[in-house]
T-cell receptor
Framework: DQQVKQNSPSLSVQEGRISILNCDYT??????FLWYKKYPAEGPTFLIS?????DKNEDGRFTVFLNKSAKHLSLHIVPSQPGDSAVYFC???????????FGTGTSLTVIP | DTAVSQTPKYLVTQMGNDKSIKCEQN?????MYWYKQDSKKFLKIMFS???????INETVPNRFSPKSPDKAHLNLHINSLELGDSAVYFC?????????????FGSGTRLTVV
């Protein structure tokens, strides 16, 4: 049973515009969330995190928003750059099992 | 200098064979993991070790046996390979036991069983 879902397998955005990647989860006990970025033939790299005590966390061009009532988080990239083209995974944890549950990823293409 | 390195990068083998994937991290992290990414791109934890001790063992067939000779290494040995074992296997490490600060992943090993 997949507890973390990324329902959009792909997204295309023009360079300079905003990219919004979405993630939904089913387990209300999840309280910590991470986003990873993955280039082809490489492992995922950690991008940004958010704890359930916050509803927003920002790091440069990347902002993650958390809506606990909707069990939804999103990653905003502004402005998008061609180098952002990658697969983005969200991951969630309930803090008890020492593990994170991953979504299946969204492939972002930023068009120059 | 690669932080988490795993070898081989590609592995093609026949059903029934036994194979190993090696992983080493030079970050000084105490916790290491093996993740499997299947054909549906679903990334799922298999094992985690903290300072050479098994912490997580998900519902993985016992044909899969992790071995951690020291905290910098976590190797994965697979016996009697099956077609369904074909996947990309990622090794990872983290500074904390829960991965709260994020994992550092290796570049993956694409295993194809024919």
């Amino acid at each position: 049973d997949q507890q973390v879902k990324q329902n959009s397998p792909s997204l295309s955005v023009q360079e300079g515009r905003i990219s919004i990647l979405n993630c939904d989860y089913t387990n209300s006990m999840f309280d910590y969330f991470l986003w990873y970025k993955k280039y082809p033939a490489e492992g995922p790299t950690f991008l940004i995190s958010i704890s359930s005590i916050k509803d927003k966390n920002e790091d440069g061009r990347f902002t993650v928003f958390l809506n606990k009532s909707a069990k939804h988080l999103s990653l905003h990239i502004v402005p998008s750059q061609p180098g952002d083209s990658a697969v983005y995974f969200c991951a969630a944890s309930d803090g008890t099992g020492n593990q994170f549950y991953f979504g299946t990823g969204t492939s972002l293409t930023v068009i120059p | 200098d690669t932080a988490v390195s795993q070898t081989p990068k590609y592995l093609v083998t026949q059903m029934g064979n036994d194979k190993s994937i090696k992983c080493e991290q030079n970050l000084g992290h105490d916790t290491m993991y093996w993740y499997k990414q299947d054909s549906k791109k679903f990334l799922k934890i298999m094992f985690s070790y903290n300072n050479k001790e098994l912490i997580i063992n998900e519902t993985v067939p016992n044909r899969f046996s992790p071995k951690s000779p020291d905290k910098a290494h976590l190797n994965l040995h697979i016996n009697s390979l099956e077609l369904g074992d074909s996947a990309v296997y990622f090794c990872a490490s983290s500074q904390d036991q829960g991965g709260w600060g994020g994992y550092t992943f290796g570049s993956g090993t694409r295993l194809t069983v024919v």
